[in-house]
């Protein structure tokens, strides 16, 4: 009797021949990037450095795409983009110590987002691990524990016959759900020395399907289906399993009210009679959900961005499907299901028994009148102009990325990304820098069509050497640069606190004329003249640089009332 576990894959003659005479002057590197090529990968990002060399001289040997960046730290939010628009794992290559630690705010991003970052990096000898001090050049007594509260998994090679199995786990685990970073370090010795091994070919690196438990979705769809006042928060993790389809056939059939977070934005289409938007930061909107007697929450943990900083208090029964299993129940007590977003949506949507509700569509058009007479009652008629003319100017199809900036916080609430997997932000980890050098990883996932990046003065500081990235790889990303001359909610926040802001103001170039320096096109525009400038900008090939001269004000909180 045969089993599937018991059946091996017959080599062909050619790949024997191959293995038996493996071609010369190959060295641990080329084992990397063979893997990778044999997992599927067409394009790494990274930056070189001396421990981490065999890794890139292989490069030239492969037909690996390598997108090179100026800053490890943004070499990562590159990673993170191509690995969120792509759904693939995005091979980070890094140096030991500094290099490898550069990167460690990225990866709590890609973490926190929930991004396949495969993060590759070079190590001291073999004989120096272990903890000893041995006085390597940067040398740590142990680099792996850097990364172990911010990955998923870490992964130590000490041998070249690992590599291949080692990159191949990793790989798994950043694709099996939830998605996230890994980390795999490799000695120099190792990436260096000449190899006899054969050529790497075949890897099978599927990643685990996160199925629901049918008893828990059975209840789940009773309660549902039961329900009097439905409502549906739905997180990134509806944007990341691609489930987007299916929870609109789910909100269909219940005529349950949904709000996206900011995380999942585009998950439900903007427009839809039940979309409540993502108007997370208003009271109304928690009052709503509050008031639902069946709250179904699909990829999202209710964290403090979800849940209108911890204000929001359910009365009903709550209905929670996450991934992530630290975050199941871990804010809210729930119907805790342990799946991926699409596996649980597709078993509702299977046992759920439609219904009717005639009130749903109008309580949601009262909730976003009031919502809009608050906010106009703010006399914030510049930052809703400015967020107009944006989504004006920007195709209905390109990807848009938006640092911790007040332009971006009112993308969250109030940007219509018009699809899912479209609007991304650094909201996750909540670092500054993120916008534009993701946005350089999305152009080189798709170079099909323009990519926008949002940053305010103080995140563009932290990116301002992709310029030279952006110009080397001909990549099309317009930035959009808001210069108020400092770091503005913070001087907000601070203000409000404090009576007045320390710290918050910065001295800052001509933004225009830097993005010159580089050779790269920049605009210097106004409130009237944005919307030209940016769909200019936007329909010129190649990098491109708008400056903004503007000072935003956000709308008032609802979680201190």
Known sequence: MTHDHDLVLRPTAAQISTALNPPPGRNGGDLVVETLAGLGATTVFGLPGQHALGMFDALRRSALRYIGLRVENNAG??????????????????????????????????????????????QIPTAGLGGGRHGYLHELPDQAASFRGVVKSVHTVRSQSQIPSAIAAAWKSALTAPHGPVWVEIPQDVLLAETGLPVVTAMDATPDDLVPRPELTAVAADLLSRAARPAIIAGGGVVRADASGKLLQLAEMLDAPVVTTFGGKGAFPWQHPLSMQSWLEDRYTTDLLEDADVLLVVGSGLGELSSNYHTFKPRGRVIQIEADLGKLESNHPALGIHADARLALQALLETVSPREDDTAAGRVRDLLARVADRIAAQELTLEQDVLAAVRRALPADSPSFWDMTILAYWAWSAFDTRGANTMHS???????????????GAAAADPSRPVLAVSGDGGALYSIAELATAKQYDLPVTWLIVDDGGYGILREYMTDAFGQATATELTRPDYVALAESFGVPGTRTTPETLETDLTKALATPGPSVVVLPAVLRMFAPTHLD
């Open 77 to 122: 939010f590159a990673a993170d983009a191509y690995g969120r628009i792509t759904g693939e794992a995005a091979p980070l290559l890094l140096s030991t110590g500094p290099g490898a630690l550069t990167s460690l705010a990225a990866l709590q991003e890609a973490a926190a987002a929930s991004a396949p970052v495969l993060a590759i990096s070079s």
């Open 426 to 440: 650094a909201q996750g980890a909540g670092g500054l820098g993120y916008g534009f050098p993701a946005a350089l």
